[in-house]
């Protein structure tokens, strides 16, 4: 079992940043991959961005490419969203993500085994 636990959302204007972060506990950090989703009111949760055990393997979904980056340190179990030049549309709870080993699918909730109970991210214009 793995616990994940979300900390770092709030208020920000548009333009701003905030850094989320994970903090996992419960089976060694190294082994699992690591995710954040992003779920807005009405929609559907959707893939942000994914890292594997190492920091030289990294997805990023094409809305926040360029502006969010994706990180860990494993000798903290904790898993950061660094995200820049933030918009309205960004608004959303936020989720961390965690599931054992490597995997070349990422974007779908089905191929996470644990998850946070998410953190908020309010963006105004």
């Known amino acids: 079992q793995v616990q994940l636990v979300e900390s770092g959302g709030g208020l920000v204007q548009a333009g701003g940043s905030l850094r989320l972060s994970c903090a996992a506990s419960g089976r060694t950090f190294a082994n699992y991959r690591m995710g954040w989703f992003r779920q807005a009111p009405g929609k559907n949760r959707e893939f942000v961005a994914a890292i594997m055990w190492s920091n030289t393997i990294t997805h990023c979904a094409d809305p926040v490419k360029g502006r969010f980056t994706i990180s860990r340190d494993n000798a903290k179990n904790t898993m950061y969203l660094q995200m820049n030049d933030l918009k309205p549309e960004d608004t959303a709870v936020y989720y961390c993500?965690?599931?054992?080993?490597?995997?070349?699918?990422?974007?779908?909730?089905?191929?996470?085994?644990?998850w946070g109970q998410g953190t908020q991210v309010t963006v105004s214009s």
């Open positions: 993500a965690a599931a054992f080993g490597y995997s070349g699918t990422y974007s779908d909730t089905r191929d996470w085994s644990y």
